[in-house]
């Protein structure tokens, strides 16, 4: 009787000894999560409205960037002279590398076999022979949306 109830308190003395590290790790979780939220100025998971528009930036952002990036979806958004929006995709059409877009040339390059396009999607330079798939965007309350389905 007596060593049972020796590993009895002996156990709850072993729980209650790791309960505060438990509850410290808890917490420095709950801290670096909300840390996180507050420096990230976009949700992280964009969902779309109901008529398929998606926020991928501001009006500010792509008045200073010259561009705007979304991965997620693969496409590109920019500003023209006449200040209409356009969005394309981010993804060659002639084997399907990720494009990047280079501010020297204003075009998106594909680096797996240099094909060029325009900020419009339009072929510069081959081998790929059709544009870049392109999206409807708009412009609503300093917010860029662009249609993803
Ligand atoms: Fe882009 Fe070939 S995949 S040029």
């Known amino acids: 009787m007596r060593?049972?109830?020796f590993f009895n308190w002996a156990g709850i003395g072993l729980l209650a000894s790791y309960?505060?590290?438990a509850l410290a790790a808890c917490s420095q979780e709950a801290r670096e999560e909300t840390s996180g939220t507050e420096a990230?100025?976009?949700p992280t998971t964009q969902i779309p409205d109901a008529d398929g528009y998606t926020t991928v930036g501001t009006a500010q952002e792509l008045t200073e960037n010259g561009y705007l990036i979304d991965s997620k979806s693969?496409?590109?958004v920019f500003r023209n002279s006449n200040n209409n929006l356009t969005a394309v995709s981010t993804v060659c059409t002639h084997q399907g590398c990720?494009?990047?877009w280079k501010n020297t040339s204003n075009s998106l390059f594909c680096s797996c076999h240099g094909s060029e396009f325009a900020?419009?999607?339009k072929v510069l330079n081959?081998?790929?022979q059709s544009p870049l798939s392109s999206f409807e965007v708009k412009e609503?309350?300093?917010s860029i949306l662009v249609k993803v389905s």
Do not use: C, V
């Open 40 to 42: 990230t100025t976009k």
């Open 19 to 21: 309960f505060p590290i």
């Open 119 to 121: 900020s419009d999607g």
């Open 126 to 128: 081959g081998p790929a």
């Open 3 to 5: 060593r049972r109830k």
């Open 140 to 142: 609503e309350q300093e």
């Open 74 to 76: 693969n496409l590109i």
């Open 98 to 100: 990720k494009l990047d």
